[in-house]
């Protein structure tokens, strides 16, 4: 579904991502770890197009992306989302989620101007889809508070559902679980995995490990930008460069 | 508060704005009015840019200026008919508008504020010293006004005043529109947040140059408008004083809300009319005045009541909920026993 064929980013003189092959299989849940400033957020600027790669190659569903501008990339199906959501505070759940479907439609402004019949249906499209992929997160009951109103797991769960509202064939999910306690983590990792369910490929960036050791299919594992590791839950517990990277030689040695 | 909301509110205001000529004292009272309405319109095409969209556009004057001295330039010099230079002043500002627009907005935050107060003060600049043009420092008089349109003159301020409400209202319908449409979400989307917005398959320097464009349009459609209405025109009309000018309207009605821009225009020209006795020392109040006003209402008038009228939907929401759960208790209360 996705492949990247040695992926290097530098700013300046700082390698953020050296050197990175990998592949992402459809409809399964691919976990990126690895400790602070290894690259990981980076990683995913590069797939989505917010960053252009310094050198590799990054081919999804046959198409090479590597130059493609964020906003190209998404339309092809590949949808993100942030550490923090920034949503308007003002509006409800619901408007927040209305632009999400946009991509998919065409009203352009004339269709704005003469109020055309397309413009019609594809905002009655848009706010159908909103509908949707907020029942989907579970979040129905709070379409109509305020954005500013809701706890940060809810907001998770909306940074979700804009990204499912794009009609994505796969999603790359920033720390999904960051900021919230541990009873929702499992109610985030139950929709992760509906989603996969519902055949979405899902990639994600956790530090919570319970969560990615029960959830993920396959682990990458980067450290100074460079891929350590890459394996089944499993295979990555017990990989001694992992447990270098994370804890420290001597703990390793011992 | 109720029959301020939707239709029956906008039938009131445009009833208000109607029925001024009515209750004014002199042609003076309608001249502070039509100027500070057509300064309305060109401070709802700012706020179309920064209010909705989030790129703080310190050039706008200069647009305003442009489509000014289209007028002024095709009637004088060309001797066009009033219309036919009018319906250029927008069309001007709109191509001009659309080069700047592909250039600066290749920036963002602070560096678009900064490149587009320089192209505010280069339009100033080039207006002033391109004498054989535009008449530099001693600028345009003898500006034909808005010609009849059939029977209809506009000879005496009221007409005039009329004739200015009646742009306002295209001006405002047409801003209700945009910002209310999948169109205006988009460009709310890029004001929350680029990165987001691009994410969610946005094409970012589409829509801020379509943003920034008729914003443009506006602010010339609005000085032409002014060219008719004044008759004569300087190079000072591009200067920066007239775009913070708009800032303090879009601050004081709220910025980001359809009405902002009208609210902010009047209330401002109006605290100026009544301070004028003070000359000088009118700043020394009306400074205080507007810290008072950001303190105590940040989202400006219109930010203000939309906020008030938010808080007590969500309150008669919670209330339902809760109304809700009581009875479902009560059911099962009633169910056990």
Redesign the interface.
């Known amino acids: 579904m996705l492949k990247i064929e040695s992926l290097t980013k530098q700013f300046g003189g700082l390698t953020a991502v050296r050197d990175v092959t990998v592949s992402f299989e459809k409809g399964k849940i691919n976990a990126i770890i690895g400790p602070n400033g290894a690259g990981k957020t980076t990683f995913f600027n590069l797939i ?1 197009g ?1 960053h252009q790669p310094t050198s590799g190659r990054i081919v999804f569903k046959g198409i090479d992306v590597t130059r493609m ?3 190209q990339v ?2 092809l199906g590949v ?2 989302t ?1 550490q923090t ?4 505070d ?1 509006a409800t759940v619901f ?1 927040n989620l ?3 479907h ?2 998919r ?1 065409k ?3 004339w ?3 003469f ?1 055309t019949k397309r ?1 019609r249906e ?2 009655r499209a ?1 706010r159908k889809k909103a509908e949707e992929v907020l029942d989907f997160v579970g979040l129905s009951h709070a379409a ?3 954005a500013a ?1 809701i706890s940060q797991e809810e907001r998770k769960r909306v940074a979700f559902a ?2 499912l ?2 009609d994505p064939d796969i999603v790359l999910l920033d720390e999904p679980a960051g900021g919230v306690n541990p009873e929702e983590t499992v109610g985030l990792a139950e929709l992760i995995k509906k989603m996969v369910n519902h055949g979405l490929t899902v990639c994600l960036i956790e530090h919570k490990m319970d969560m990615i050791m029960g959830l993920a299919d396959k682990i990458m594992v980067l450290d100074h930008g460079e891929k350590i590791a890459e394996g089944t839950p499993a295979e990555i517990r017990s990989n001694p460069v992992v447990i270098e990277a994370y804890l420290g030689s001597e703990h390793a040695a011992a | 508060m109720k029959y301020l909301q939707g239709k029956a509110g906008w039938a009131i205001l445009l009833a208000l704005a109607l029925l001024f000529p009515l209750v004014a004292g002199n042609n003076y009272q309608l001249y502070v009015m039509s100027l500070a309405f057509i300064f309305a319109i060109a401070t709802a095409g700012m706020n179309l840019i920064t209010g909705y969209t989030g790129q703080l556009n310190l050039g706008h004057a200069g647009f305003m200026a442009i489509g000014a001295y289209t007028v002024g330039i095709l009637t004088v010099t060309y001797e066009w008919p009033f219309w036919g230079a009018f319906a250029m002043s927008g069309v001007v500002a709109g191509i001009i508008g659309f080069f700047v627009g592909i250039v600066s907005l290749r920036l963002k935050e602070h560096f678009f504020a900064i490149f587009t107060l320089c192209v505010g003060f280069i339009i100033y600049l080039i207006i002033e010293k391109w004498d054989s043009v535009t008449g530099g420092t001693v600028g345009i008089i003898g500006i034909p006004g808005p010609a009849p349109i059939g029977p209809i003159e506009f000879n005496s301020a009221v007409s005039q005043y009329y004739l200015v409400v009646f742009f306002l209202v295209v001006s405002l319908w047409l801003m209700h529109r945009i910002v209310n449409s999948l169109l205006g979400r988009t460009f709310v989307a890029i004001r929350n947040s680029d990165d987001l917005a691009q994410a969610l398959g946005i094409n970012l320097m589409r829509n801020k140059t379509l943003s920034f464009v008729l914003s443009t349009i506006y602010a010339g459609v609005a000085g032409g408008l002014y060219a008719g209405y004044v008759r004569f025109l300087g190079p000072d009309l591009a200067g920066t004083h007239y775009t913070f000018d708009m800032i303090t309207f879009l601050l004081v009605g709220g910025i980001g809300t359809l009405l902002g821009p009208v609210a902010g225009s009047l209330l401002v020209a109006w605290v100026t009319q009544y301070l004028q006795f003070l000359a000088d020392y009118r700043m020394l109040v009306f400074g205080p005045l507007l810290v008072l006003l950001v303190i105590f209402f940040p989202h400006g008038i219109v930010g203000f009541y939309y906020k008030k009228r938010m808080e007590r939907e969500m309150k008669k929401a919670a209330a339902a909920a809760q109304a809700n759960r009581a009875q479902a208790v009560n059911k099962e209360a009633g169910n056990n026993a």
Not at chain 1, 85 to 88: A, E, Y
């Open positions: 989505s917010m501008r964020a906003d998404a339309r949808a993100r942030f959501t920034h949503l308007f003002k408007d209305i632009v999400g946009r991509l439609t009203s352009g402004f269709d704005v101007m109020n413009l594809e905002e848009c109509h508070r305020l109103d804009l990204a509202a794009t």
